[in-house]
């Protein structure tokens, strides 16, 4: 610390402590005594609007709002609201199902029914609680089957619907074996051709032809049944 910082810090110093003794002296004068709190006055009692009534309001007698109820302010035309009759609602009938049961998936925790809208002629897979799309939103899916499902309207009719089987395929009667007839006297016999198999089994390439439907309607479930869980696991 030089010379001048010192000077300085002294000057301050003793400015504070003249203040402060000049202070004591205008104390010690009497300055300041003339000032005190103001004597405590009853505040007047409130009248008017700030009033507080401790008294229980008491409303008119109701004959004194008759003219109210006649005349209501809040309609346009000061004319009494007509009292309606409440009224069932009523709903618009069911259109009729129609619709084909397609395919079913059953598991221990997942059930799924696939069907066919038959005048859109479009595929939609549903599970328990999901109604039908367009104009027959109003049947629900209510319980899946082994091999048919219950919908129900909100008349609380219900319908069932078989799952559609490929047509059995068999052999028509004309196809069946038939003994040929006696050879004429006199001809050379002919070798009788191998025996045919069960006549109730169906022929080698229509056998295969059902096993390939079969096989590409088990496909088309399984990739309906895999969208359906992918969306809804998008929409959790």
């Known amino acids: 610390m030089n010379a001048r910082t010192a000077r300085l810090i002294t000057l301050s110093l003793a400015g504070v402590c003249g203040t402060m003794g000049l202070a004591g002296v205008l104390a010690w004068m009497g300055a300041g ?3 005190g709190w103001l004597p405590e006055v009853e505040a007047p009692p409130v009248t008017g609007v700030g009033r507080i009534d401790t008294e229980a309001v ?5 004959s004194e709002f008759a003219e109210v109820r006649q005349r209501p302010i809040f309609n346009d035309d000061r004319k009494p ?3 309606v009759d409440d009224k069932p609602i009523e709903t618009a009938p069911t259109a009729p199902l129609n619709i084909t049961l397609t395919g079913i998936v059953m598991t221990p925790d997942f059930k799924l029914a696939m069907v066919r809208d038959n005048a859109k002629n479009e595929g939609v897979s549903l599970r328990i609680g999901m109604p039908l799309p367009g104009e027959q939103q109003g049947w629900t899916l209510a319980e899946i089957r082994a091999r048919s499902v219950v919908f129900k309207n909100p008349q609380d009719e219900a319908s069932e619907v078989e799952l559609e089987v490929a047509p059995g395929l068999s052999v028509p009667p004309s196809a069946r074996a038939v003994p040929p007839p006696p050879p004429p006297p006199g001809a050379v016999p002919v070798p ?3 025996a045919a198999s069960d006549p109730g089994q169906p022929p080698p390439d229509r056998a295969a032809e059902l096993q390939r439907r079969i096989e590409e309607r088990r496909r088309e479930m399984r990739e309906q049944a895999e969208k359906l869980r992918e ?5 959790k």
């Open 231 to 235: 969306q809804q696991e998008q929409v």
């Open 81 to 83: 609201t007509p009292i």
């Open 58 to 62: 008491v409303m008119p007698p109701d």
């Open 33 to 35: 005594r003339g000032y």
């Open 192 to 194: 009788a051709p191998p």
